[in-house]
């Protein structure tokens, strides 16, 4: 059974970084792409960005472009977000995804979350 786990989150400053780290258990993550998503309060869950598995490129939503970065250590099974530059508007539930099956792009696997919180 294919576990994700987040840690990482906490309270930052506006303008501030957090890193969060998603680790893997139950398989290999190797050739599965991974994702992060967000939902803040009131509001649905949001797609942040991916990372593939082949040629670790990265795509990002428009709003964190620029500010997140995604990259993974298949070694460690554990793939990351560099967040820099927090808003207020960061502010969210992240969560950490993974394809179902290797060369997949549907998100199968998710973790619980871990919570963000940028002040102003």
């Known amino acids: 059974q294919v576990q994700l786990v987040e840690s990482g989150g906490g309270l930052v400053q506006a303008g501030g970084s957090l890193r969060l780290s998603c680790t893997a258990s139950g398989r290999s993550i190797t050739m599965y792409n991974m994702g992060w998503f967000r939902q803040a309060p009131g509001k649905e869950r949001e797609f942040v960005g991916r990372?593939?598995?082949?040629?670790?490129?990265?795509y990002y939503a428009d709003s964190v472009k620029g500010r997140f970065t995604i990259s993974r250590d298949n070694a460690k099974n554990t793939v990351y977000l560099e967040m820099n530059n927090l808003k207020p508007e960061d502010t969210a539930v992240y969560y950490c995804a993974s394809a179902g099956a290797p060369l997949d792009s549907r998100w199968s696997y998710w973790g619980q979350g871990t919570q963000v919180t940028v002040s102003s």
């Open positions: 990372i593939r598995w082949n040629d670790r490129s990265t």
